[in-house]
């Protein structure tokens, strides 16, 4: 459970980052969820955007995820964001308009926490 809170925490900032740029707010997407779910705990296991099976990362759901953005290592939603933020393929997924959707998990695997942030459209 507190993982999910620390996902929710990263969502709102995110939000406040694509309204501070003049974008909608992503909605919370529960499908999105469950497939952030598995490439946060994917991560943890294989820290890429390539998943262990070798196959890419929107195969998760190819229906419903069109961009990701992974992190790892942070405790506090603001240093992740804020990490994502000084990244320009994070940062671009961040800000791009044409995602409508979105979704933030958080999977701690011996002590560290691999963040997966999706997105549809």
């Not at 919370?28 to 390539?50: C, I, M, P, Q, Y």
């Not at 953005?69 to 804020?82: E, M, S, W």
């Amino acid at each position: 459970m507190a993982n999910d809170a620390l996902a929710r925490q990263a969502f709102d900032l995110v939000n406040q980052v694509r309204q501070q740029n003049g974008l909608a707010a992503l909605q919370w997407n529960d499908g999105l969820k469950a497939a952030s779910d598995v490439r946060a705990a994917e991560a943890g296991a294989k820290f890429s955007h390539t998943r262990p099976n070798g196959q890419d990362w929107y195969t998760v759901n190819p229906s419903l995820v069109y961009g990701e953005n992974l992190g790892n290592n942070y405790n506090d939603a603001n240093q992740l964001v804020n990490s994502w933020m000084n990244s320009p393929e994070h940062k671009q997924n961040i800000l791009d308009p044409k995602f409508k959707t979105g979704s933030i998990s958080v999977e701690n695997v011996g002590g560290k926490n691999y963040w997966a942030q999706l997105f549809g459209c």
